[in-house]
């Protein structure tokens, strides 16, 4: 079982450059998820997909975008990468919906992460 | 806004000694928590998932309970071996919320 499966798994980007990263799962999931992590920082919401078609802000939403491309894909963007960017970013998925809703009890899976460092 | 805290930030125990990690969260008004584990260069794995409205959850040798009118969790794991030497994550879902806030995390070392 693939799970949840982030690429690239590892980038180097210079300042002002662009990129996408790839998220992709296969349980049929309906939310997704975009997540930072950064030493003493813990893990930060991105933005976060309820369903297909939708997208939200999380905690840190500045300097990126994302697409839902469909139910398996949730994709985010770099525009102009800024060395604040350097971190590691990982995906997640969960089955349901909102707390409340079917499925709001089930766990998130986690991808194992694109490391991106910004010179 | 709720603000989850996990102490300490690195423990260190030799093995086969029975330990607690403790995370506390500020704001009652959970709809679950859930501790994770991530080894090195990993991502997370969902280890047990404790609804609002359960005391206690139970996974081989871990045990999370629950305590929201003190804020308080715990994961307790017994006969620690070396290889469940990792970070230990605990995250709580807000009422109607979609997002996790997840605590900083202890960074767990079992000693041979």
């Known amino acids: 079982n693939a799970g949840v499966t982030q690429t690239p798994k590892f980038q180097v980007l210079k300042t002002g450059q662009s990129m996408t990263l790839q998220c992709a799962q296969d349980m049929n999931h309906n939310s997704m998820y975009w997540y930072r992590q950064d030493p003493g920082m813990g893990l930060r919401l991105i933005y976060y997909?309820?369903?297909?078609?939708t997208t939200d802000k999380g905690e840190v939403p500045n300097g990126y975008n994302v697409s839902r491309l469909n139910k398996r894909e949730f994709s985010l963007r770099l525009e102009s990468a800024a060395p604040s960017q350097t971190s590691v970013y990982f995906c997640?998925?969960?089955w349901g919906g909102g707390a409340g809703l079917a499925g709001g009890n089930q766990p998130q899976h986690f991808g194992d992460g694109t490391r991106l460092s910004i010179l | 806004k709720q603000e989850v805290t996990q102490i300490p930030a690195a423990l260190s125990v030799p093995e086969g000694e029975n330990l607690v990690l403790n995370c506390s969260f500020t704001d009652s008004a959970i709809y679950n928590l859930q501790w994770f584990r991530q080894d090195p260069g990993k991502g997370l794995t969902s280890l047990l998932l404790?609804?609002?409205?359960?005391r206690e959850q139970t996974s081989g040798r871990l045990n999370a309970s629950l305590d929201k009118s003190s804020g308080r969790s715990t994961l307790y794991i017994a006969a620690s071996q070396p290889g469940d030497s990792a970070t230990y994550l605990c995250a709580v879902r807000g009422q109607g919320a979609q997002k996790l806030v997840f605590g900083q995390g202890t960074r767990l070392t079992i000693n041979p």
């Open positions: 997640a998925s969960i």
């Open positions: 997909s309820a369903s297909e078609g």
């Open positions: 404790i609804q609002s409205s359960q």
